[in-house]
């Protein structure tokens, strides 16, 4: 006898047990079978990452490598990267990273029950490739001062060693990161769990802290500048952006979503 499994769309992500039970009489055998893991699917129709067109899927899910845009406006730099989202162990690694999160810590029984949610699993992994809150997050970030006793991040060409760094570290940040590095990982796991994700480089980014919407710059009467606010403006900024419908909002926003894993202020 064969038999044909299928799961909802929608189904919840991640590891499964798979077990045979058969009832005779009054009588219960079960039998363990093995296990499986079920995935995100940009070729299920009913699938919320659904991709319509397989160059894209080529791209944006299965490519293992890509070109993240760095320096400034007037001189732009082409890195490459090696996300390696197929390579040995990784799958593995991106799992525990959902299991080591804050969300599940706090209520995993509610934390599982979204993880059919591709807006749900982004927020979870964007707070989980930074160390920001405490949650054993992928990377540490680092803008200023010596690295000698640690990785440069400028130094990273790929996201498998940092990931595989982290898991053999016991889920220790690994140090340093910047925001293409943050992006670059993000993007692995993303890919890794099926939703399809690509980077975005701009070159015209602030950072706003005090939230009016505007960066403020302060000078006095002579035209120097003074060292009041806090915001700032950078030569560049990369971030992500994932595939999948907006039900929340309306069909007008189906399509690509951002998510921002560098680390700025506490997530949420």
Not at 45 to 72: Q, S
Not at 106 to 120: E, F, L
Not at 129 to 137: E, L, S
Request: with cysteine; glycine share 8%.
């Amino acid at each position: 006898t064969s038999f044909t499994i299928s799961s909802p769309a929608n189904a919840v992500i991640g590891r499964y047990n798979l077990i045979l039970q058969v009832i005779s009489g009054n009588k219960i055998f079960s039998r363990f079978l093995g296990q499986f893991v079920l995935l995100f699917n940009p070729w299920c129709p009913g699938d919320a990452v659904y991709m319509a067109n397989e160059n894209e899927r080529e791209e944006y899910v299965l490519n293992e490598n890509g070109i993240i845009f760095v320096g400034n406006a007037k001189y732009i730099e082409a890195r490459g990267w090696y996300y390696g989202q197929f390579q040995d162990q990784l799958l593995n690694i991106c799992l525990t990273m959902l299991d080591l999160s804050l969300y599940y810590r706090q209520d995993g029984a509610m934390d599982v029950s979204r993880r059919g949610d591709p807006k749900y699993v982004g927020r979870v992994i964007s707070s989980m490739i930074n160390g920001n809150d405490n949650d054993n997050g992928v990377l540490l970030g680092k803008w200023q001062g010596s690295f000698h006793s640690h990785e440069n991040p400028s130094r990273w060409d790929g996201s498998v060693v940092i990931l595989q760094k982290w898991r053999q570290d016991n889920y220790k940040p690994v140090q340093y990161g910047q925001c293409w590095v943050f992006a670059g990982v993000m993007c692995t796991v993303l890919r890794c769990l099926g939703i399809p994700t690509r980077l975005v480089s701009n070159f015209n980014s602030a950072h706003d802290v005090d939230r009016n919407l505007s960066i403020d710059k302060y000078y006095d009467s002579s035209g120097k500048s003074l060292n009041i606010g806090k915001d700032s403006t950078w030569d560049y900024h990369v971030w992500n952006e994932s595939w999948f419908v907006r039900p929340d909002l309306g069909t007008a926003y189906n399509g690509w979503q951002v998510l921002d894993a560098t680390p700025q202020e506490q997530s949420k």
